[in-house]
């Protein structure tokens, strides 16, 4: 299975743009990316998703570089709200496999 | 819609207890999992099942059973409970929808301790 490498935390400003990068080098050419966040314990919920194209819907933005070894994920305008775990992850037919993935904390 | 439920909430066990936990989805998924989450660290894959009638081993499936007991309900059994069990466990589902997206639904988690 492809594996992924994320920051372990990063801050953020209420309102600023959050980037957060994922390092994919070993991804074959049917893998998918797949982002979720896990707020406070919670089951994780699905963010975003992509194969090849930058993809973007009411929550985030998925940019994927054109040799597809790494994405990053933005969220434009982020929240207190947003503070949360936030997981990339390769998939691989039915299986999604977590990392630790990255701490990310809104602050006001 | 309800979505994915589990139950229990909480459990507290003693070693070598055995416990079922219950996870249903209204959603008409043909996929089901079940997860466990320690303390610090992302979720790994016990079981799944992928259709009505297969499950499938995944990452840490030693100490657990399931049963697809049909469509909708997936269950995960703790035969004889160790304190190494002690975790959050979450169940999930998933479709295939267009444009390639299996996205996952979670349920709340069930948060077992085995004292």
């Known amino acids: 299975d492809a594996k992924t490498t994320q920051p372990t935390s990063m801050d953020c400003a209420e309102g600023r743009a959050a980037n957060l990068p994922c390092n994919h080098s070993?991804?074959?050419?049917?893998?998918?990316v797949y982002w979720y966040r896990q707020i406070h314990s919670q089951g994780p919920q699905y963010i975003i998703h992509g194969l090849k194209n930058n993809e973007t819907n009411e929550m985030a933005s998925l940019i994927i570089t054109e040799d597809r070894k790494s994405s990053t994920l933005i969220l434009p305008h982020a929240t207190l709200r947003d503070t949360a775990v936030y997981y990339c992850?390769?998939?691989?037919?039915?299986?999604?496999?977590f990392g630790a993935g990255t701490t990310v904390t809104v602050r006001a | 819609n309800a979505g994915v439920t589990q139950t229990p909430k909480f459990q507290v066990l003693k070693t070598g207890q055995s416990m079922t936990l219950q996870c249903a989805q209204d959603?008409?998924?043909?996929?089901m999992y079940w997860y466990r989450q320690d303390p610090g660290m992302g979720l790994r894959l016990i079981y799944y099942?992928?259709?009505?009638?297969?499950?499938d081993k995944g990452e840490v499936p030693n100490g657990y059973n399931v049963s697809r007991l049909n469509k909708r309900e997936f269950s995960l059994r703790l035969e004889s409970a160790a304190p190494s069990q002690t975790s959050v466990y979450f169940c999930?589902?998933?479709?295939?929808?267009?444009?390639?997206?299996?996205?996952?639904?979670f349920g709340p988690g069930t948060r077992l301790t085995v004292l």
């Open positions: 999930a589902s998933s479709g295939t929808l267009a444009g390639g997206r299996n996205e996952q639904f």
């Open positions: 992850i390769v998939r691989v037919g039915y299986k999604l496999s």
């Open positions: 070993t991804i074959s050419g049917n893998e998918y």
């Open positions: 959603m008409n998924h043909n996929s």
């Open positions: 099942s992928a259709s009505e009638g297969t499950t």
